[in-house]
């Protein structure tokens, strides 16, 4: 079963925001010339929040839909206390982008995979493994639209799912890919 590493969600929580008035009332650093975003840290859950002037608010480093809900709302509670008009939060949508989850397929390969041969059983078009330059091969998904980072040791990253039913429908496509790659290995 695949472990949540990372979940990348967005919310837009007004029309606009004069973010250097909020680093300013919040004492946080930020310097709109290095980038846009202000960087706000949540502890617990420990979550890293960027604020947009556009009234977007972005979140990375959860673990759980739980702590990105509970990080946003510490923010909004944060700037409504300081008297920053937001909207309603009922209007507040919370977009998942990015599931990053790893997984161990080990007990799939039993023992290490050559990844050289997998490179040349899965379609060309969708497989890069250069060794020299990263010790993964990346093999991308259409349908869902996600990308393996699989490694000789079985580890294997899958990122790129909007949901988790997809990125737990990737996984199952790649343990049947694997399981026919290795039988077909194993007759040849």
Known sequence: M?????IVASMRITDSIDVNAVADELL???EQEQFPGMVYRVKNPKVCLLLFRSGKAVATGAKTVEAVD???????NDLIKHDFELWPKEDCEVNLHNIVMTADLSNVVKGKIDLSNLMLYLPFDKTEYEPEQFPGLIYRL????????????????????????EA?????????E????????RKG
């Open 2 to 6: 695949a472990k949540v590493v990372n």
């Open 28 to 30: 946080i650093d930020y």
């Open 70 to 76: 509970i990080a946003f709302d510490i923010l909004r």
């Open 142 to 165: 259409d349908d869902p639209s996600v990308v393996f980072l699989i490694f000789s040791s079985g580890r294997c990253v899958i990122t790129g799912a909007n949901t988790f039913d």
């Open 168 to 176: 737990n429908n990737a996984e199952e496509i790649l343990k049947d």
């Open 178 to 185: 694997l399981n026919y790659f290795l039988s077909s290995e």
